[in-house]
């Protein structure tokens, strides 16, 4: 049995790798800024980190907030996991961090620095967006009465359960660097994947594309968060949707 912290282990990601930690009968410790006894800001570290990491074998650092702080949160779990003796860091990135010239984008590579220059073992796994992610974006837009969507961006959204499989499997491991990125199974327009989350909760909105300006948009557009070589993952956005909106499912 190992001991192993799951930053983030309350969020989307972080709470299927955590229960599938538990059910392999690791020791499975959560840290989030709400999990007693593990209830700890990263980014402002302190000794309650440095608690939350003593006995701690592997680190798998799913916390990330794309309001900030990532780097500073990564700093200070770094510092405490070298002085706790942890021997392995595993860190989920997200495809085309390093093409992709936007914000949220720069600090995840940043981090991803900083772990690979940690000297402590390291993996680092990236994915393309989740089918939640997706969905709560087209949950947000479809508010309006015209969903407005950015012209020529496709997407290949993965399931998180199988993202999680694989981060768990790579956090029973031997720390394996930079591992192969990890995709969806398909690329698709995003207005079909509006389309698609229209038709299953039986909403009728029109669709319009907007063009957008800057090089964010521009390297989104040329595809750059997308690995269609690396399409592993086995559920659809269409299989998510059916499961998620089910007969008697109202939450949309
Ligand atoms: N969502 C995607 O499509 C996607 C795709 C590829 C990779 N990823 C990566 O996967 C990871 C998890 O994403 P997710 O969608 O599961 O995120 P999420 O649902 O927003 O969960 C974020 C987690 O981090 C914790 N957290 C945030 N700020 C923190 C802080 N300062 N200190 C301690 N804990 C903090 C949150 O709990 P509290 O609020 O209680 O602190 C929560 O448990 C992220 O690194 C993300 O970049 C996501």
């Known amino acids: 049995m190992t001991t192993i912290l ?13 229960e599938r930690l538990r059910a392999a009968g690791h020791d499975v410790r959560v840290l989030s800024r709400h999990a007693p006894p593990y209830a700890v800001d990263l ?9 939350a990491v003593t006995g701690v074998d592997t680190v798998v650092h799913c916390a990330s907030s794309p309001r900030g702080g990532d780097e500073k949160a990564a700093r200070n779990l770094i510092a405490a996991a070298r002085r706790a003796g942890v021997g392995h860091l595993v860190f989920i990135s997200i495809v085309g961090v390093d093409r992709v010239p936007y914000g ?26 989740f089918h939640d992610l997706v969905l709560t974006v087209l949950q ?24 999680a499989a694989r981060l768990s499997e790579l956090a029973q491991g031997a720390p394996a660097g930079r591992v192969e990125d990890m995709a969806g199974p398909e690329v698709r327009t ?3 994947l509006a389309r698609a989350y229209l ?35 086995t559920v659809t956005f269409d299989e998510f949707l059916r499961e998620r909106f089910a007969a008697g499912v109202t939450q949309r």
Do not use: C, M
């Open 6 to 18: 799951v930053t983030g282990g309350t969020g989307v990601l972080g709470r299927h790798v955590t």
């Open 43 to 51: 980014r402002e570290g302190g000794s309650a980190l440095d608690a």
């Open 104 to 129: 949220y984008y720069r600090s995840k590579l940043a981090v991803e620095r900083l772990v690979e220059e940690s000297g402590i073992g390291w993996t680092v796994l990236r994915a393309t967006q």
């Open 140 to 163: 947000a837009l479809a508010k309006l009465p015209v969903v407005l969507l950015s012209a020529r961006v496709k997407d290949q959204p993965v399931e998180v359960t199988e993202v």
């Open 190 to 192: 995003f207005d079909s």
């Open 199 to 233: 038709g299953a909760t039986g909403r009728r909105r029109a669709v319009v594309k907007v063009p957008l300006r800057g090089a964010a948009y521009r390297a989104f557009r040329a595809g750059g968060h997308l690995a269609p070589d690396r399409a592993v993952g």
